[in-house]
């Protein structure tokens, strides 16, 4: 059961983007109005809002939080051109009774793209501070801060070059280093009749990103993409936000051209297809577990989809965006999708050239 | 109308329309030519550069078009003059007047709207001149008292007003009858004032700045009011409203940004269109008449006319949708929302309305946020947060920990977890061991003292569980109920065995037994958990020591050595062929002695294992894991990396949750060094001395600087703190953890009286 509650965010325009803290008791939302809000809740009050800047001077698209082991740091991009890296910091005399004046500061800004920065992400914990970005003319730029305590100096270690519009962007958030960093980039681009998501991997190798597949099943503008967080999968599963909902199951295939050449090969397979949305999907996000995804569209719905017991995905709830919770709902989607979506699952392997194990797996202070 | 383009020679500086909008001149510093501009391109007419006697004059940075004579062209150049043009006549005689007056570079010239001959030019030396195209001279002369003016326009509305903006931010409107002072001044910008622009209809006069932004001012009243500001991302050079439609008005930057963006004033901060055709900055705009064709010149050696059509629209890529879900299971949701002039009501729905044209929709834009908080009473997420904090890893029995885990599972409801528990313990239970045992001493020693057919019935126990066991890992989701009642009463059998015979000596009757075992059973059923509980404090609770001692130690299972034998290929191929149904003749013969068949449980284990942490569900995998203990070394083929995986997974999930001590216990409790080492790392904090505040570094009790000792005294009780010590890092004093939380229960400054704002939460 879901209770809803309306915040009154009162930005000026579209709010384009929100995100929890690693803990779920911040948020920050981003909007077009250029501002960027943070809201604490304490205990399981209302939120309340702690800090409100502009940040930008154009839309702010995303807004992310790195983990809080290198401190209370947002990073947001904009269509400026730019995107920044902010840290909190509590103000030197408190008064008496409060918690400290709280504001936000500017450590960098990252003004290496020529066109609008779509979309922005810290990479996992495991890889230090690492920054990827996306933008529209297609280049996805690897930053990393080699120093953690300095945030104000990021150096741009990769430019990849993809050719279509980028939207959107997700690491696999892989936990150890058994896996290879990976990233996958969604494209809205709607001329190219060509696939539009990519996977890219660092080869160790190379020491350079590699692309290592198109899912050319997606055809359609996307609008977002998340990988779902692996607390012990073998596999990595893809949520795609198109016209429609797409599950994709990527597992890495273990063979000799593999390690010959040093690059993932990956087995795609699309688990899953929910049109149940009847329109535009818009965003797709995951629990923390990677057990449930949530989807939002153009219908003004969130809805829910779950595993079940013999691996297929199956809705379980749908909210409406003005707060209502329609009762029974995901009994009749549930049919809707047995019955029309579930496509049968697309096979295809590709083969690339590159592999590495990632040898020196990168020493951090464990705080 | 099509977008076309031509290439120059050399950068753009301005262009300029005709009054029908059939011909376009340009100009910059080493182009000045005039098209006539055709269906699908540009008609070179003339280059008025052609002459052969070139000089400055010939540099333009701004060309205007007589707005009521189409032979006659301005242009401001470079070196000061102000040109006119006669585009009837040919050669030198084309100059027809040139005006030496201002002293520096002219930025700009305008033709008065609707009186002939006369124009008015914007200079860098500060001063406006206008000019009659008659006279050799300047008419007029306007001081406006600032650096430099970058822009004239006269009025479309007041014949004789025009406006004039200035590199200190101020705009300036004068009467062109009035020289000595201008009618109205106000500072509306903090940086230069590049360009202004009138708006054809209404009364707003919109400014562009290098403070990157767009101001529309309201020029009615005697006091200026500022109706819009549009925050773009650079330095704006140049601004025009575009006709026919109210709110919008076309942008190019001076720096960083070589698109032209069409603005919507009602939504300032993002670009109803944009056209990105220009590979450098553009440096002026002009429409064509209507609202759908335009043109423009740029410093990539351009001219280009856009159409509408064109466009891109950046806010159509802008994801109009928000979505997170938080550790709790809390969703965010943001969507847009219609915003409706004459009714507040916020719907869910999308308005459909066919009537509306994108632009008239384009600035009603307006998001709700929604958070739906979780509010079952049982969800994954609490039940994790309950299962882990209630699981015993260490410090008890494998049995016993297995039980007690198994009931808090049942208790939140995870009942296939809950048997998960109890499958594990009867495979790798008292039993388990015992056969292990008997397997290593050939089975004789046991086998002598035990009644046969108490044997046989513990046989078939464990031949019926390991079935059992194995088709539930297969498939433990639908485990039926009875099975779990099955192994309840093996459970208890082995609790039985346990208490009853706590060194694990054999021996006892059949009736004993039974009898034993039912009210144990019962028992069982009727609150073994507080049993249990009750028993295992007495026997297996230690004190809560920093460094507890690995469970291992304490767990009565044999020294691993002995395991081996397992595989030992004296009885393996045994084991092999010997199947259930031959057990109870080599049972009752032990005379035979045969080596018993043991069914390796853990494959299956390892299977199951593996379905809960792909399942997202690496609590029950890492924690079953961990109580296994020695155990873990039959699983020989669950690699490392899963494991690893697995334990990170966990760590991390328990991060999120923030169940620190259960974290730091899970990677205590972790055997693989990876991440045992974790709680190695960065452990060590220095204190200050509480006297000179000097960074303690060599030991945490004596300061270098002041041979002071208060540092490990607590600042309320003044004895030394052994344990638990809790400190200020703002004024360095402390003292014990239980102190400290009751003075600041009543108190907020430091207990020494520092006057320090200790901040305890």
Redesign the interface.
Known sequence: ?????????E??????????D???NR?A?C????YVKVWDQIG?EK?TLTSSWKAH???V?KVTWAHPEFGQVLATCS???TAAVWEEIIGET?G??E??TRHWVRRTNLVDSRT?V?DVKFGPKCLGLQLATCS?DGIIRIYEAPDVMNLSQWTLQHEITCKLSC??LSWNP???N?HPQMIAVGS?DNTAQTGKVFIFEYSENSRRWMKIETIITIMEPV??ISFAP?????YHILAVATKDVKIINLTPIKDNSSIQSGLTKLDVQTVAQFTDHTCTV???????????L?????D?C?RMFK?N?INSWKPVTV???????IPNDAHRGSIASSTGVLTPPITQTARYIKLGSISQPRDL??? | MSTISVLQEGPVNALALNKDNSQVAIGGRNVFKVYSIEEDCFKEICNLRASKHLNLSFSCNDVAWSSTDDNYLATAATNGHVCVWNLTKSGKAMQEQVYQEHKRTVNKVNFHSSEPYRLISGSQDGTMRYFDMRCKAAVATFLSNTESVRDVQFSPHMPHTFAAVSENGSVQLWDVRRTEKCIQQFTAHSGPIFACDWHPEATWLATASRDKTIKVWDLTTSKPTLDYTIHTIASIGHVKWRPQRKYHIASCALVVDCSINIWDIRRPFIPFAAFNEHKDIASGVAWRGDSQVFLSTSRDCSLIQHSFKDASRPASKANIQALDISTKGNTLFGMRVPVSTNTTKPTGLMRKSSTSTISDQFHQSASVLHQFTHVSVCNDLSSFEFLAKNYILYGRSFPEMCEHNAAVAKECGKSNISTIWKIVNTMYGELYVKIQAMHNNGGLNLMNNVDASSTEKKNNDVVGEAAAAQFSSADDDVEGEDQVDHTAVANGYHTYNKYGHPKGDFSFGENELDLELDALSIDYRNGMRNQNQLQQQEDWTLPNEAFNIRHEIRDRSPPPEQFPNNNSPDFNDDSHSSTVDEQPTWLVSVSKIPPMPIWDPSASLIESLKHHAEKGDVQTSVSVLIVLGEHRKNLKTLDENTVTHWLMGYIQTLERFRLWNVKALVIELAWIPSISQMNQQSTRINTNCSQCLKPLQRSGWLCDRCHSTDASRCSICHQVVKGLYVWCQGCSHGGHLMHMQEWFSKNKQCPTGCGHLCEYR
């Open positions: 059961m879901f209770e809803a509650a309306e915040i009154n965010a930005h000026k325009d579209l709010i384009h983007d929100v995100a929890y690693f803990y779920g948020m939302t909007s077009s109005d250029q399981n939120w001077s154009g839309s698209w269509f400026d051109r408190p008496p009774g918690r400290g609008s779509t529209a939207s959107c892989s936990l150890t058994n809205d609008h977002d692996n607390l012990g999968r073998s818009w965003r797709a996000s995951w629990n923390v577990t990677g057990t449930v949530a989807t939002s569209g153009d003004g969130v595993m017991y909210l409406k965006g003005d707060g209502a919770v202070p464990w705080h």
